[in-house]
């Protein structure tokens, strides 16, 4: 059992961060037979997708042009649906670190996405990783059998005059492409200080 955190906030340290980190620590406690990791988006390259369509036609190109795959005694070994897909087969040109957050992606039995609103929506930095997953929808992998489990956490000062259905929206479209499904929303808008210390606990959103 692999679980994935993904802080989609473009500040190394805030609300966002903190909460990553108890979720993390949480895993690691409750779970330490498991494996655990963390992306922060702050910390990673990641470009915005330029719609060249290359991560369809990659799998013509054959192995030669395929990600590789993890030994099944990695860390970051994939899951099984995604091993027996063809998702390494459909790659993006763009040299960055997403080849390498994608590996995090694949390991993930469960993926736990952390992300502040902006203007109702994710910010600029998570929704460029959330349009590189395009290679997947190329894939096979949804089909892959049953979906893994995604839960997002919103986070905010709170007050949000326009909701947050696209941020959860943009999310649940992006991953379901690369074999996921969201099954929990969990909103901490405005229970979480600025210092990243908890004062409530979060509620669950149901749209």
Not at 16 to 42: H, M, N, R, T, Y
Not at 51 to 65: H, V
Not at 94 to 117: N, Q
Request: glycine share 8%; with cysteine; aromatic share 4%.
């Amino acid at each position: 059992m692999h679980r994935t955190i993904i802080v989609g906030s473009p500040r190394v340290q805030g609300r966002c961060a903190a909460l990553a980190q108890e979720i993390f620590d949480a895993c690691i406690e409750e779970a330490p037979q498991d494996g655990a990791s963390l992306v922060a988006i702050a910390s990673v390259n990641i470009a915005g997708c330029i719609g060249c369509d290359a991560c369809k036609r990659a799998a013509e190109a054959g192995s030669d042009g395929a990600l590789p795959i993890p030994d099944a005694d990695d860390p970051l070994a994939p899951t099984a649906p995604v091993r027996a897909s063809d998702a390494h087969a459909h790659v993006c040109v763009i040299a960055d670190d997403m080849a390498e957050v994608r590996k995090h992606v694949d390991a993930a039995d469960e993926l736990i996405v952390v992300a502040p609103v902006y203007f109702a929506g994710p910010p600029a930095q998570l929704k460029a990783l959330l349009d590189r997953l395009q290679p997947y929808y190329w894939s096979d992998v949804r089909r892959q059998g049953a979906k893994r489990p995604l839960a997002l956490h919103v986070v905010g000062e709170g007050g949000d005059p326009h909701g947050i259905d696209p941020l959860v929206g943009c999310v649940r479209s992006a991953f379901a492409v690369a074999g996921f499904t969201l099954d929990r929303v969990l909103d901490w808008r405005g229970r979480i200080d600025a210092d990243g210390t908890i004062e409530e606990d979060a509620e669950l959103y149901d749209g």
